[in-house]
């Protein structure tokens, strides 16, 4: 497989500090490339949310640079992956907590995680952040963790014991995965998302871009008032 990828972020109308915090890996394995991404958004509504989500940002890197390069000389086997990164998720948990109770605050953050190999993608996730795949429409692969309220049903940093959500599903050609931060997508359609992000539409990682910067100044227009972030990726 081969990827085009690119990622975005911008505070957003509103907020005076962007609390979102994401990142993109790529290694050339035995197996060939393998790419992990990672999308956090800290809880505007807690203190120092962008201190949770660069916390886990921290522990999936971790996973990636220390980890991963041992799992490969195995094989990667899909339970394997899963509770690794079901600790990984325990350990920011913990982390965050820490750092809640060293400095008597509350602070969380969603999660949306992404490996992709030649074989299969994988996927944790925590909260509301999302991630779709786009072929011939946009699919949400991701289930949010909130009520219709926009009250958050489990974040990581929140609670004593998170229990995430880990799917696997077999990788593609011709495929684009999004994922996002819920400030991205609030005031956007499907059909606008898919309009500029299919993979017709997606030539180079320079004009992913830009169709992403589009996306988020509507977003603005239409007075979005969180933080907005966005990674997307192309499969060929």
């Excluded at 795949?133 to 289930?143: A, D, F, G, P």
């Excluded at 359609?189 to 030539?203: G, L, P, Q, R």
């Excluded at 830009?210 to 966005?230: C, F, G, P, V």
């Amino acid at each position: 497989m081969k990827y085009l990828i690119t990622m975005i972020t911008d505070k957003g109308i509103v907020k005076k500090i962007n609390q979102d915090s994401m990142t993109v890996k790529v290694v050339d394995t035995q197996i060939g490339k393998i790419v992990m991404a990672v999308i956090c958004d800290g809880m505007g509504g807690l203190s120092r949310g962008e201190v949770a989500s660069a916390l886990v940002i921290k522990e999936f890197s971790n996973w990636f640079y220390y980890t991963l390069p041992v799992l490969l000389q195995h094989g990667l086997d899909n339970l394997v992956i899963k509770q690794g990164w079901n600790q990984v998720i325990a350990n920011a948990n913990k982390e965050i907590q820490r750092y809640g109770s060293r400095n008597n605050i509350k602070l969380g953050t969603t999660v949306s995680g992404l490996l992709l190999t030649d074989k299969n993608y994988y996927i944790i996730h925590v909260g509301d952040s999302r991630i779709y795949t786009i072929l011939n429409e946009v699919s949400q692969v991701t289930k949010d963790h909130s009520f219709t309220n926009h009250i958050l049903l489990q974040c990581v940093g929140a609670a004593e014991r998170i229990i995430p959500d880990f799917l696997i599903g077999k990788a593609m050609k011709n495929m684009m995965y999004l994922l996002c931060t819920d400030g991205f997508r609030h005031k956007i359609s499907n059909k606008e998302i898919y309009m500029n992000c299919n993979f017709t539409a997606c030539e180079d990682s320079d004009v992913m871009k830009r169709q992403l910067h589009e996306l988020i100044t509507l977003d603005k227009l239409r007075m979005e008032s969180d933080n907005i972030s966005a990674i997307l990726i192309k499969v060929y």
